[in-house]
Nanobody
């Protein structure tokens, strides 16, 4: 069982930055591939980024490449999403998720555990 708690969301102007954190419970965090997803009002949840269990592999949706960076600290059971050059279209609730595979990929069905989400609002 893994519990995930996101933090770091907020209101920021376009062009600004935010750093999201996701703290995980449990002793086996390093075995889980971790992903970030987001859901904007009236839209379906979409994949944002994923990082492998050992942190060596990452993958991003095209719309955030070059602006967002996913990373993890297995010693602290935490995964991060650094978001730079934010745009109004990045406004959404951001969720972290854990999958018991090395590199789970972008499909949300592969993730077994989800956080409660943190709101990111980018004003234009």
């Amino acid at each position: 069982q893994v519990q995930l708690v996101e933090s770091g969301g907020g209101l920021v102007q376009a062009g600004g930055s935010l750093r999201l954190s996701c703290a995980a419970s449990g002793r086996t965090f390093s075995r889980y591939g971790m992903g970030w997803f987001r859901q904007a009002p009236g839209k379906e949840r979409e994949f944002v980024a994923v990082i492998s269990s050992n942190g060596r592999s990452t993958y991003y949706v095209d719309s955030v490449k070059g602006r967002f960076t996913i990373s993890r600290d297995n010693a602290k059971n935490t995964v991060f999403l650094q978001m730079n050059s934010l745009k109004a279209e990045d406004t959404a609730v951001y969720y972290c998720a854990a999958a018991s595979t090395v590199v789970p990929g972008p499909e949300s069905r592969k993730y077994e555990y989800w956080g409660q989400g943190t709101q990111v609002t980018v004003s234009s």
